[in-house]
């Protein structure tokens, strides 16, 4: 007995011991670059940090998370400190911050995703660093290259199998969702060459439930998120199984792929083999190839849905912005289908998905994991220009949501929905770089940043020919639906009016 006891204490002061020589290290280290303490969140206890832990669940209650956050930007400032379930975190919207979170000291921290997603996408690119994940962007760049994204052809098609399902009698309809299926459908014929019509699946069927499955991920990721440290220990039941149906179904894919691999069936260009065929020639690791693929469609399809299904509830109430986009594409295309180029000449569409982006944008939280000590330049001491320590393990977060809503540096109007913004921004050479981060930057910015702007483009400019009016069907204002991305919570129902041919 005593013998257990001893041993636990002598545990204990070593814990303690090897706690304070880190404890020093850490000061010596903040004196020697300058730092003074961050701004910390007024919390009552910051051990656990239950109180916080509390105050998000009701906030996530009322999908009020990132108004929450953004209100505390602008009550505390641009950078804070604070504890949630014994996790530590800072949090910034100052755009030095930012830049040397995502660039300058990117070596400094890590995607802090792999235990986030955990069973879903394990080691893709999305939650690797270092060597793997160079090698994963390596594998995938030539696939997302211009010359490869620039065929629209077989979006065209996606279109007409979106447009089969939409009511042209003014019956309400959930944009949202279709959207979903027709971005699933592109990027699965985008990245893997496979023609899968999930927009036109039977409810029930097993591509419906494959749908299903990727569209509920979100709310477990969401749950992990919230878990802390506590996630070690934590397993789901419900999540796995519906992980399971997305392995099962990539598998299959991945498996037909790697039997025909000897048949050339691909062709010989490197952009026309697709990346399955051409992640096949890397490794035969079948896990590790239905991971990639799995983040890539995680990172192609949530995204351009949601901000498409975002604009458009927009857009229902904004009969102001839909006239001048359906003047827009008319006097450009003249009835003509948009191709890559022509689509360049349509900016007004790009200054609503911009504007769409800047206020609502899919991935609204961007976030890392210290690998080691390190410092972010601003946000320390009493006028918060002082760098601050980032002692590892810290998360570092920034909210591009309450960023890109800044009033310093949108204006007092930064919360309305003003495509015009953009253009005169532009006209003043005042374009925000480090404050508009809807793909994020650096080394790790979205891969297939290129891409998305033209499908998302080729979608509205589509509608803008085939419909005259979008009307919204819910007079209720627009609320948060976060998970992996940013949706809005009560969908994007509308009625449609199409036009007079
Ligand atoms: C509206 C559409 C999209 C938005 C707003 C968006 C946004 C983002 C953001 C913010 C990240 C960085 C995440 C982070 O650093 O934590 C990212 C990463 C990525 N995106 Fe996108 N994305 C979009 C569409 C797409 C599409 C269509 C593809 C490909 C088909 C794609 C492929 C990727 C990949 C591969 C990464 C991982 C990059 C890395 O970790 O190195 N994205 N995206």
Not at 24 to 30: E, H, I, N, P, Q
Not at 270 to 277: S, T
């Given at each position: 007995m ?7 204490v ?6 303690a ?6 404890l ?7 004196r020697?670059h300058?730092?003074?303490p961050a701004?910390?969140?007024?919390q009552?206890?910051r051990?656990v940090?239950l ?8 906030a996530?209650?009322?999908h009020?998370t990132l ?6 930007f ?6 804070f400190?604070g ?6 975190f800072l949090t910034?919207v100052?755009?030095?911050?930012v830049?040397?979170?995502?660039s300058?000291r ?19 690119m ?6 793997v994940?160079r090698?994963s ?5 030539p696939h997302l290259a211009?010359?490869?994204v620039a065929d629209?052809?077989?979006l ?8 089969s ?14 959207f979903a299926?027709?971005t699933f459908?592109?990027?699965m014929g985008?990245?893997?060459?496979e ?6 699946s ?7 439930q494959?749908v ?7 709310g477990f990721?969401?749950k ?13 039941t419900?999540?796995e ?5 997305l392995?099962?179904f990539?598998?299959?894919i991945v498996r037909?792929?790697?039997n025909?691999?000897?048949?050339r069936?691909?062709?010989?260009e ?9 992640i096949l ?6 896990v590790?190839?239905?991971?990639e693929?799995?983040?890539l469609?995680l990172?192609g399809?949530?995204?351009?849905a949601?901000l498409?299904g975002n604009?458009?509830?927009?857009l229902?109430?904004r009969?102001?912005v839909?006239?001048?986009?359906k003047k827009?594409v ?15 000449e ?6 609503a998905i911009e504007?769409?982006?800047r206020l609502y944008?899919?991935a609204?939280v ?6 080691r000590?390190?410092v ?11 760098p601050?320590?980032v002692?590892?393990g ?14 310093d540096?949108y204006g007092i ?6 495509p015009e913004r953009?253009e005169?921004m532009?006209k003043l050479r005042?374009?925000?770089r480090?404050?508009?981060l ?16 033209a ?5 509205v400019?589509?509608?803008a ?5 979008i ?20 969908g994007t129902r ?8």
């Open positions: 005593y013998f257990y006891l001893a041993l636990l002598s545990a204990a002061v070593c814990w011991g090897f706690r304070l020589v880190e020093l290290k850490l000061r010596g280290f903040a020697a300058g730092c003074e701004r910390r969140m007024p009552s206890e051990i940090g109180g916080l832990f509390l105050d998000d669940v009701a996530a209650r009322e009020r108004q929450t956050a953004q209100r505390r602008r009550e505390l400032g641009n950078t400190s504890v949630c379930m014994g996790q530590h910034t100052d755009s030095d911050n830049r040397a979170l995502l300058t990117m070596e400094d921290f890590n995607s802090g995703k792999k235990s986030l997603f955990g069973p879903f996408i394990g080691d893709s999305l939650t690797s660093d270092g060597a994940w090698h962007r390596a594998l995938v760049r211009r010359d490869r629209l052809g077989k065209e098609g996606h279109m007409q199998n979106f447009f399902r939409l009511p042209l009698d003014g019956t309400t309809v959930d944009l949202h969702h279709l299926q027709l459908d592109n990027t985008l990245l893997l060459n023609n899968v019509c999930s927009l036109l039977r409810p029930g069927s097993r591509l419906a494959v299903e499955a990727f569209e509920s991920v979100g990721v969401n992990r998120a919230a878990l802390g440290p506590l996630l070690r220990i934590y397993r789901d419900e999540f199984a519906k992980c399971k149906v392995h099962d990539v598998d299959e037909k792929a790697y025909n691999r000897g048949s069936q691909f062709g010989s490197e952009k026309d083999r697709g990346f399955l065929a051409s020639d890397d490794t035969v690791d079948l590790k190839i239905r991971f693929i799995l983040g469609l990172a399809r949530d995204t351009a949601d498409m604009l458009f509830f927009v229902a109430r009969p102001d839909w006239e001048k986009l827009e008319d006097d450009v295309l003249q009835g003509r289908k948009p191709t890559y180029d022509s689509l360049r349509l900016t007004y569409h790009r200054y504007e769409a982006l944008p899919p609204p961007l976030f890392r994991a210290a690998n000590n390190t972010l330049p601003r946000g320390g001491g009493a006028d918060g220009r002082s601050v320590v002692p590892r810290t998360i570092v977060s920034c909210s591009t949501f309450a960023l890109h809503r800044r009033h540096v109007d930064a919360d309305e929905f003003r953009w005169a532009e005042t374009r925000p480090w404050e508009f809807p793909f994020s930057a650096g080394p790790r910015v979205c891969m297939g940043q290129t891409y998305a702007m499908e998302m483009a080729y979608i400019a589509r509608m020919q085939e419909f005259d009016a009307q919204s069907r819910t007079g209720a204002p627009w609320l948060e639906k976060w998970s992996i991305t940013l949706s809005s919570a009560a509308v009625g449609l009016v199409p036009r007079q041919k």
